[in-house]
């Protein structure tokens, strides 16, 4: 879906209007720096160019960042044995690591530290996982001092003024219909609000109606024109097909995503995607 | 004879992986038709088809599972539909009168925690290959990184087999602690609350009685990966980012013996037939054909021949980016060009011909 395309560029059109931005890869592949064409980042947030910090996520970081900033004990962490303990903990008690994660970011967001947080979002099937962590850490954990957190981060999420999820989709037909079902998975958990859906890789946007009219006209005639002059304007066919596909499929997932806006984003050449999208991006601002 | 043909023929496995958005559903579904026309009994395990591959694989709305008969063989059609699936595994092997499907913390394991739906995705498997198909093809499902899955069995087994998880069962069961564990277990009461690690204690303890043959199945499905039964076919588009993720990919399938034996690139733009068109000869060529029709100035005539020669210029340029964007796939397993078909509905026919091609 180029998901880490557009969180990338649209971490960058915010930075370049002087805004101070935290960009977090979730999944920690480094996908995100690759994008940015920065070299890998670890947890601390590294200033990338001028307003712009990427880090990426590590949930045994983020624990011990956790302990430090939330209880008195800051040498818990370091006791070796509950280190691993608790790592143990966040890989098999449901929400744990997710929580871990979206706290740290959130924190962020609660202290004023950035004006911008773009987490560059989990795999499709797995953001309702994110989403309801709070919430079910909150019920299954109640009393622990991690439950004790989670009130803050669930009303940040549901705050519509400051956060929202932004669901990105291609116009074709899979990818839209993923990104429809994402959308109705987290209006019905209701945990966070939708702010748009950006639908990335639009075609350009050709040929013009008079052009569509002649091209009907030819294929109408069911005549075969001379070699060059058919593949050059079966070129153009393609092009309006994809056109047409991906209208259609536009018209869907910004059906789906009402009254939420969308955004279209054009498929850009190859090089500095990012910049290309966050003048795109930018403009829409 | 395509490279994938011979899997298809002679292995019992095939796993399909790929970056997210490369079309790794639709080349499943397509080996999957090809396999099944070619005969035998063959199976298709996948994750979230869209609405009208579904149908294409024979699945009426809602429907996670189906028979179809495709030419001379049969295909049986899986889609993963993981909670439905660890409920069917828990009661089978606990018995209905389980009261662990209530249990809070089975569910937010069971529907939310992310490597549970990769575990489950190994049972069907195994059931799948019990069940006595010829060939099963695996859709793997999607995640960051396409090799989560083929970790899952050795993950499922160091869970299980972790010290550290015992001592926490083991704190339900025996309200005896032991003085290394006090320490522990305390801090995780205080991090997580008593309760959380009481139920958590007991929801482990529940399926301890699980654990020993889910392991021991994953085990052999993971000893099938690594054998010569099963092959592994990584999908990607020509996007660089999903070329990268396919090389790395390649890189840590090698490392964990698993046989990466084709490349599958999807929706390459071919080169456009032909000399580069000229305009004026295009502009010609409608005259002669449209003259005389309202409506069309020569005006009009000369606007589509520009932008029909632009169309091709492009189209020729998309050719060439994605012709050197696979070469770096070159030195790698051999690879299976699938052209770009344009948009159109995943039905059945567009399949076969996606079928055909990657067999042919």
């Not at chain 1, 040498?75 to 303990?85: D, E």
């Not at chain 1, 979206?102 to 967001?109: E, P």
């Not at chain 2, 009461?189 to 009685?209: C, D, K, Q």
Request: charged share 20%; aromatic share 4%; hydrophobic share 45%.
């Amino acid at each position: 879906m180029g998901k880490t395309t557009i969180a990338a560029a649209l971490a960058v059109a915010a930075a370049s209007r002087a805004r101070r931005v935290l960009l977090c890869d979730l999944d920690g592949s480094g996908a995100t720096a690759q994008a940015l064409g920065i070299g890998d980042v670890g947890y601390e947030p590294t200033e990338a160019t001028q307003g712009l910090h990427v880090m990426r996520m590590d949930t045994a970081a983020a624990l011990h960042h956790y302990l430090r900033t939330f209880t008195p004990m800051a040498a818990l962490g370091r006791i070796r044995p509950l280190g691993r303990a608790l790592d143990l903990m966040g890989g098999a008690a449901p929400g744990v690591r997710e929580v871990l994660a979206l706290g740290r970011l959130l924190w962020a967001v609660r202290t004023d530290e950035y004006d911008l947080v773009v987490m560059d979002g989990p795999a499709t099937g797995h953001v309702i996982a994110y989403l309801d962590a709070p919430r079910s850490v909150g019920t299954l954990a109640s009393g622990g001092l991690l439950a004790g957190q989670t009130g803050w981060m669930s009303e940040l999420l549901a705050d519509h003024t400051r956060c929202g999820v932004l669901a990105v989709a291609l116009p074709e037909e899979a990818p839209a219909e993923e990104c429809c079902r994402l959308i109705a998975d987290v209006s019905e958990l209701g945990s966070a609000g939708l702010c748009g859906a950006v639908i990335n890789r639009v075609p350009l946007g050709v040929p013009l109606a008079s052009d569509r009219a002649l091209l009907s006209a030819i294929e109408a005639r069911d005549v075969e024109l001379p070699g060059a002059s058919h593949s050059a304007l079966q070129a153009l066919a393609r092009e309006r097909d994809s056109d047409d596909a991906a209208r259609r499929w536009i018209e869907v997932v910004a059906g789906c995503a009402r009254p939420a806006p969308f955004w279209s984003v054009p498929v850009v050449a190859e090089a500095d995607v990012v910049a290309s999208l966050a003048d795109v991006l930018g403009a829409e601002w | 004879m395509s490279p994938v043909a011979d899997l298809l023929d002679q292995r019992r496995v095939v796993l399909v992986l790929g970056a997210g958005g490369v079309g790794k559903t639709t080349v499943a579904a397509s080996l999957a038709l090809a396999a099944g026309r070619a005969g035998g009994r063959i199976a298709i395990l996948t994750v979230d088809p869209s609405r009208s591959l579904a149908s294409a694989l024979g699945l009426g709305a809602d429907q996670n599972h189906a028979t179809i008969d495709v030419g001379e063989g049969s295909l049986d059609v899986t889609v993963l539909d993981p909670a439905s699936a660890w409920d069917q595994l828990v009661t089978r092997e606990l018995g209905s009168a389980t009261s662990l499907i209530d249990n809070a913390m089975y569910r937010a394991v069971t529907r939310n925690f992310v490597h549970a739906h990769d575990f489950i995705a190994i049972e069907t498997l195994h059931q799948l290959i019990a069940a006595g198909h010829d060939l099963v093809i695996v859709d793997t499902p999607p995640s960051k990184r396409a090799i989560e899955f083929l970790m899952a069995p050795e993950r499922l087994a160091s869970f299980f087999e972790n010290r550290a998880l015992g001592w926490f069962t083991g704190t339900a069961a025996n309200p005896v602690i032991s003085v290394g564990t006090r320490p522990l277990v305390a801090a995780a009461n205080l991090v997580l609350g008593r309760g959380f690690v009481t139920s958590l204690a007991e929801f482990f303890g529940s399926v301890r009685p699980l654990a020993d043959p889910i392991v021991a199945r994953a085990k052999s499905v993971d000893l099938l990966f690594r054998e010569g039964d099963a092959a592994a076919v990584v999908v990607t588009s020509t996007e660089p980012a999903a070329i990268e993720q396919c090389m790395s990919l390649g890189d840590e399938l090698a490392t964990r013996g698993v046989a990466w034996e084709a490349t599958i690139v999807n929706r390459v733009r071919q080169q456009p037939p032909g000399d580069p068109p000229k305009q004026t000869a295009i502009e010609r060529d409608l005259t002669a054909v449209l003259a005389g029709d309202e409506g069309h100035g020569p005006a009009a005539f000369e606007g589509l021949a520009r932008r029909a020669t632009e169309a091709w210029q492009r189209s020729a340029v998309a050719a060439q980016y994605d012709e050197r964007a696979i070469a770096p796939l070159r030195d790698g397993p051999p690879l299976v060009i699938v052209g770009d078909r344009g948009p159109g509905d995943l039905h059945r026919a567009h399949l076969a011909s996606i079928g055909d091609e990657i067999v042919a």
